[in-house]
């Protein structure tokens, strides 16, 4: 069993905290005119509003099936109609070109390598339509917290110890039953290099989802992208 699998029901506890994300997707969301696309959707948290606070239809990937029964289950009791496929972020193809697409909480560390990400980021501006949007989240790596943690064991529900590989760029959330998540991270100059090498634009950067600056305090990357009018 993989992390997603095993950790799917634990999930909605463990993502409790984030909730300021949503308010910032769906305002894209409403701002799109055609298909949004969630990548690596989970359990619908972000999706489920989206969809019904927008009337749009709302597109979610997520490569684990444990992940994606959960957010089949939470749509239907929301009362809303997501279509929910089981696939790879990496393989991302649409038969309609996208108006967004969005990539919350941070899932694109889940990625290991450059090669994956730019394969992701090519795939994205492919199936979005001009003018379209791309927007993701994710930590700003501070290396002072990821020393601090290293080795560091959580007593939770979902007991785990924090890893820390300087070399890889890499941290390891090792839960006590042996199941690894781990997250890779990427510095600002890897986020623009990945929009340029997909052909895409950066629209704005920001510190948080309430248009905070971003400066050298801040550690969140809010991103959003746009594939050109015209290439
Ligand atoms: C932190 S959860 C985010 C779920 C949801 N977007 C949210 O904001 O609550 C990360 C999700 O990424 C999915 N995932 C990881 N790697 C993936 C990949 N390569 N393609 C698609 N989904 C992936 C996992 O299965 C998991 O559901």
């Known amino acids: 069993m993989t992390w997603d699998e ?23 969301a409403r701002e799109a005119d055609g298909p949004v696309v ?10 489920i509003p989206v969809a019904r606070s927008t ?6 990937l997520d490569s684990s099936s444990a992940m994606l029964a959960l957010a089949r289950a939470n749509a239907t009791t929301a009362g809303v109609d997501l279509d929910l496929r089981e696939a790879d972020m990496r ?17 694109l560390l889940h990625l290991p390598t450059w ?3 730019r394969r992701t980021f090519e795939r994205v501006a492919a199936a979005l339509r001009p003018g379209g949007r791309f927007a993701w989240n994710a930590f700003a790596f501070d290396h002072h917290v990821a020393a ?18 300087v070399g890889d760029n890499r941290i390891d959330i090792i839960r006590d039953d042996g199941a690894t998540s781990s997250l890779w991270w ?16 950066l629209e704005t950067l920001h510190g948080g989802f309430a248009a905070e600056p971003f400066n050298d305090a801040s550690a969140e990357y809010v991103f959003v992208a746009r594939r050109p009018l015209t290439r």
Not at 55 to 60: A, C, F, K, N, S
Not at 94 to 107: H, M, Q
């Open 148 to 165: 601090r943690v290293d080795g560091a064991h959580q007593d939770d529900r979902t007991p785990h110890t924090l890893r820390y590989w």
């Open 38 to 47: 969630e990548l690596a959707v989970g359990t619908g948290r972000v999706a």
């Open 55 to 60: 009337g749009h239809r709302v597109i979610g």
């Open 91 to 107: 393989d991302l193809h649409l038969d309609e070109p996208a108006a967004l697409v969005y990539c919350p909480f941070r899932s």
């Open 186 to 201: 990427a510095t600002k100059n890897e986020w623009l290099g990945l929009l340029d090498v997909a052909n895409l634009e």
């Open 6 to 28: 095993t950790f799917a029901v634990d999930y909605e506890r463990w993502s409790a905290h984030m909730t300021d994300d949503i308010a910032f997707y769906a305002a894209l």
């Open 115 to 117: 090669s994956d990400r």
